[in-house]
C-alpha cells in the first residue's frame, strides 16, 4: 500500500508567520502535486514537481521535492488569511493515472 | 472556458438504493477520474477512463462502476447504497492519459449523503 503521510494535521498560525508542511512516504514516486481544497470545493492544484531535488517557486509558497522522490514539503512565506484552505499532496507513478492522496493538512492563519 | 462541471452538486439517498453522479470535463481533455473523498481524509481513487475505456480501478466493490461517453463525458453508478458511501465524490479531468506532469482538474464534486 503506498501511503504518504503529511505533517502536521492541523496548523493555526498568526497572519505574517512562516510555516512548513511535509508529505512523507516509504515509496518512490514520478511526480508529486500539492492541491489546496476550500469547504465544498474541489482541490486546486498549486504545483507538480517530478524531478528528484527540484524545487519550484509560485509567489510567497516554495515546493521541494526530496532527492529520492519519496518525500515532498511546501513551506509559506508571509502566511495570509487567504491561504487558509486544506492543502494536499498526491503522488503519482508513471503508467497509471492513479493518484494517491495524503489526509491532508489544515491550515487556519488568523488576521 | 468552463471548467469540469459535476451534477447533482448535493443528494440525498436511502441505504439500498442507486446513484448517478455526471461529470463533464473540460472541453477537449479526454480523460476523467473520479475519486471518493470522506469527510477528514484526502480523495481516494476510484476509476479513471480514456478514449472511452477503463484505464485504472482503485480498491472498490463492484457495487461501484462508470463510464465514459463519446463525448467524453462519464458517469459514476454506485448500487445498494451504505451509510459509508456518503462522500464527496469528485471528478478531475486531464488531457491525456499517463501525463500526470499536467496536474489535474477537478470539478466542485457531488456531495452524496445516505440515510
Known amino acids: 500500500t503506498q501511503l504518504l503521510e503529511q505533517s502536521p494535521q492541523f496548523l493555526s498560525i498568526q497572519e505574517g508567520e512562516n510555516l512548513t508542511v511535509y508529505c512523507n512516504s516509504s515509496?518512490?514516486?514520478?511526480?508529486l502535486q500539492w492541491y489546496r481544497q476550500e469547504p465544498g470545493e474541489g482541490p486546486v492544484l498549486l504545483v507538480t514537481?517530478?524531478?528528484?531535488?527540484e524545487v519550484k517557486k509560485l509567489k510567497r509558497l516554495t515546493f521541494q521535492f526530496g532527492d529520492a522522490r519519496k518525500d515532498s514539503s511546501l513551506h509559506i512565506t508571509a502566511a495570509q488569511p487567504g491561504d487558509t484552505g486544506l492543502y494536499l499532496c498526491?503522488?503519482?507513478?508513471?503508467?497509471?493515472?492513479?493518484?494517491?492522496f495524503g489526509k491532508g493538512t489544515k491550515l487556519t492563519v488568523n488576521p | 472556458d468552463a471548467g469540469v462541471t459535476q451534477s447533482p452538486t448535493h443528494l440525498i439517498k436511502t441505504r439500498g438504493q442507486h446513484v448517478t453522479l455526471r461529470c463533464s470535463p473540460i472541453?477537449?481533455?479526454?480523460?476523467v477520474s473520479w475519486y471518493q473523498q470522506v469527510l477528514g481524509q484526502g480523495p481516494q481513487f476510484i476509476f479513471q477512463?480514456?478514449?472511452?475505456?477503463?484505464?485504472g480501478r482503485g480498491n472498490f466493490p463492484d457495487r461501484f462502476s462508470a463510464r465514459q461517453f463519446p463525448n467524453y463525458s462519464s458517469e459514476l453508478n454506485v448500487n445498494a447504497l451504505l451509510l459509508g458511501d456518503s462522500a464527496l465524490y469528485l471528478c478531475?479531468?486531464?488531457?491525456?492519459?499517463?501525463?500526470?506532469?499536467?496536474?489535474?482538474?477537478f470539478g466542485s464534486g457531488t456531495r452524496l449523503t445516505v440515510v
Open positions: 478531475a479531468s486531464s488531457p491525456r492519459w499517463g501525463r500526470q506532469g499536467y496536474g489535474y482538474t
Open positions: 515509496s518512490v514516486f514520478s511526480s
Open positions: 514537481v517530478v524531478t528528484g531535488g
Open positions: 498526491a503522488g503519482g507513478k508513471g503508467g497509471s493515472e492513479k493518484l494517491v
Open positions: 472541453s477537449g481533455h479526454k480523460s
Open positions: 477512463y480514456y478514449e472511452k475505456e477503463e484505464r
